[in-house]
C-alpha cells in the first residue's frame, strides 16, 4: 500500500510572493507587486512499507513581464538504506543532467543545492539523501526551448529512478513494527521540514492557491 499525491496545475495573480524570488539572480528578480503567471506538477510517494523510501518530484515554470525561469528537481527519502539502489537513483539523475541540460547547468550543482535545500538546521538532519534541485534556471543558463527541455526530461527521469525500490523483494519484504514505528518517527521530520522551511508551500499559501494541492505532505 501507497500513500500517493500529485499536483498539477496554473495559477496567475497581481503580485508575486517573495518567496517564489527570494533566490533568483538578476535576469530574473522580480519586483513586488508584479503580475505572475506559474505552472507546475509535484509527485509526492509515501509507500507503507518502512524499506521503500519517500520520493518527491516537482518541476515548475515562472513567467512575470517580460522575465522566466524554470526550476524543481527530485529527491529521495529512505528509512533503511540500500547503497546500491541508492547509488542507482543518484546515477540516474546525473545521466539526465549529463545529457539535457545546457552546458552551464550541472549535476553537481544540483545536486549540492538539494544537499543544502533538504535539510533541517534545528536538527542538524539531512531529510534525506538527497537528489537535484535547480531553482533560477533563466537566459542566463540557456534558450527556453533548452532549458524546457532539460526539465521535461528530468521529470520524465521519475520512474526510472524510483524503479529498483520497487523489486518485488521489496514489495513483499516483511517488516517488523518497530521499522513502521521508525518510518512514522522519520516522517515527522518530513512534516517539519515542509511547514517550516519549504518554500514551495509557502508560495502556494501566499498565492492563495488550493490548500488540498499545497500542503500534501
Known sequence: AVVSTQSTGAIEGDSL???????????????????????????????????????????????????????????????YINKERCVHFHTKLKEVCDQFAPKDITYKEGKEVADKYFYLPHRGETRGIGGVFFENLDSSKGSKEEIWNFIFH?????????????????????????????????RGRYVEFNLLFDRGTKFGIMSEGRTESISFL
Not at 508584479?34 to 512499507?49: C, D, E, Q, R
Not at 524510483?162 to 523483494?169: I, K, M, N, T, V
Request: neutral net charge.
Open 154 to 186: 528530468l521529470g520524465q527521469s521519475f520512474v526510472d529512478c524510483y524503479a529498483p525500490f520497487w523489486g518485488l523483494d521489496n514489495i513483499k519484504a516483511p517488516y517488523t513494527p518497530y521499522q513502521r514505528e521508525f518510518q512514522l518517527y522519520r
Open 17 to 79: 510572493p517573495n518567496t517564489a524570488t527570494s533566490n533568483n539572480n538578476n535576469e530574473s528578480k522580480v519586483l513586488p507587486n508584479t503580475p505572475f503567471k506559474a505552472t507546475g506538477v509535484s509527485v509526492i510517494i509515501h509507500p507503507h512499507s518502512p524499506l521503500i523510501p519517500t520520493i518527491h518530484m516537482n518541476v515548475r515554470y515562472f513567467e512575470s513581464t517580460e522575465k522566466w525561469w524554470f526550476g524543481g528537481g527530485i529527491d529521495l527519502t529512505p528509512y
